[in-house]
């Protein structure tokens, strides 16, 4: 068995409420930076991040606040961070193996007693390793796999009794669920191409995303108004809104902002087929932009490089690679991006920091205005 090597999280972006981000001496932090915070116990397993605030769970099961909101809770399995609720998952207050639901007030400082409660049956642990595995259920999904939980009543949440549930990520407006046999559905509001079925129409109910048919994903990841996911040979598709470039797709925004470079891109006409865009300065010809994608366009990484997990922010996009590089883009106004600045870029850049520091990547977590990244030093060869 392997030893485990020293991992630590790393914090960059939006930290304009103190919350634990790096050395969260500034509003933002344009590099990563290890977390550092007195409030901030060792041995973080999970970090959930909302715009104000970020929740740290340790493996020790405690839950520890940082920003707009503070405080601490003991005996915590998992927990999902919005401007709205915090939600915890708790060991059980009676002598069965069942766990506690809450919701709470994130000013509440988690005293006194939670908004809303509700004893659920666990069916899977989590796995071992910070950030969470691939195949692991977390918030907002239940542990059952048969409910999840929104921060907008009601807050607990059935599913199609014919839906076995993998993983369930929340956007602004609409919901992503990865289910057992790598299959992605989408509901919710469609108005930025959100759904990835072709059109801008809301959805009531979970539909198949027919687009990816028998093409089995390991990982979905919703943003503000994007959505990602990830198949299990390494390719990712992307569509929804990219306004800021978070599809990786040239935009007018960031062309004339003089911020970014346009490259060639890949995406697909509203008929499926795929088509080549290039920029104006290349062919002489004006430049196509994207403002919306209704279906899943593939994204190419550079060097050819497989991709393992991602994670979206409200308008900006993160890739782990199987080689455990960062890659980021979309909008970048507070440091989100890791680039050591405040560009946007419409196109994969890698994060070079943890290249030079000789670190692989395991995990990254995105906030609507931040990023937190794990990882551990690069095994010597």
Same mark, same amino acid.
């Given at each position: ?34 977390? $550092? ?36 809770? /003991? ?17 059980? $207050? ?17 005293? /006194? ?29 239940? =542990? ?13 949440? =059935? ?22 046999? /790598? ?22 109910? =979970? ?59 890949? /995406? ?17 010809? =004006? ?62 850049? $890698? ?31």
């Amino acid at each position: 068995m392997s030893e485990e090597r020293p991992g630590a999280w790393f914090g960059f972006g939006f930290c304009g409420f103190r919350q634990a981000l790096g050395s969260g001496c500034a509003r933002r932090v344009h590099s990563p930076e290890p977390v $550092r915070a007195p409030e901030v116990d060792a041995g973080v397993w999970r970090v959930s991040a909302s715009w104000s605030y970020s929740a740290f769970l340790s493996r020790a099961g405690r839950v520890q606040l940082s920003g707009s909101a503070s405080g601490a809770a /003991g005996g915590c399995r998992d927990v999902w961070a919005s401007e709205a609720l915090l939600v915890l998952l708790r060991d059980g $207050r009676g002598p069965g193996p069942g766990a506690e639901l809450q919701a709470w007030a994130p000013s509440s400082a988690l005293r /006194g007693e939670p908004l809303w409660a509700r004893t659920v049956v666990l069916e899977a642990e989590r796995e071992d390793g910070p950030g969470g595995g691939t195949h692991s259920q977390t918030l907002p999904l239940l =542990p059952c796999a048969r409910a999840y939980v929104s921060p907008r009543p009601p807050l607990y949440r =059935p599913l199609a009794p014919g839906l076995r549930a993998r993983r369930l990520e929340l956007g602004a407006e609409h919901s992503l669920l990865l289910d057992d046999a /790598g299959r992605v559905y989408s509901w919710g509001g469609g108005r930025h191409g959100q759904l990835g079925h072709g059109t801008l129409e809301a959805e009531l109910e =979970p539909r198949l995303l027919e687009a990816l048919q028998g093409l089995p994903m390991a990982e979905v990841a919703a943003g503000g108004w994007h959505s990602v996911c990830v198949s299990e040979t390494g390719d990712i598709y992307i569509w929804g809104w990219n306004e800021s470039g978070q599809l990786a797709l040239p935009t007018r925004s960031l062309a004339e902002d003089r911020k970014t470079v346009a490259g060639e891109a890949t /995406g697909l006409n509203e008929d499926g087929s795929e088509v080549k865009r290039t920029t104006a300065a290349e062919t002489g010809a =004006p430049a196509t932009f994207i403002t919306i994608q209704p279906f899943p366009a593939l994204l190419d990484l550079p060097l050819g490089s497989d991709a393992v997990k991602a994670s979206c922010g409200s308008r900006h996009t993160a890739v782990v690679t199987r080689t455990g590089e960062l890659y980021t883009w979309g909008w970048g106004k507070y440091g989100q991006l890791g680039h050591k600045d405040m560009s946007s870029w419409d196109r994969p850049c $890698r994060v070079e920091y943890f290249v030079d520091k000789q670190l692989q990547v395991m995990a990254v977590s995105c906030g609507p205005w931040n990023t937190y990244v794990y990882a551990v030093e690069k095994e010597k060869s």
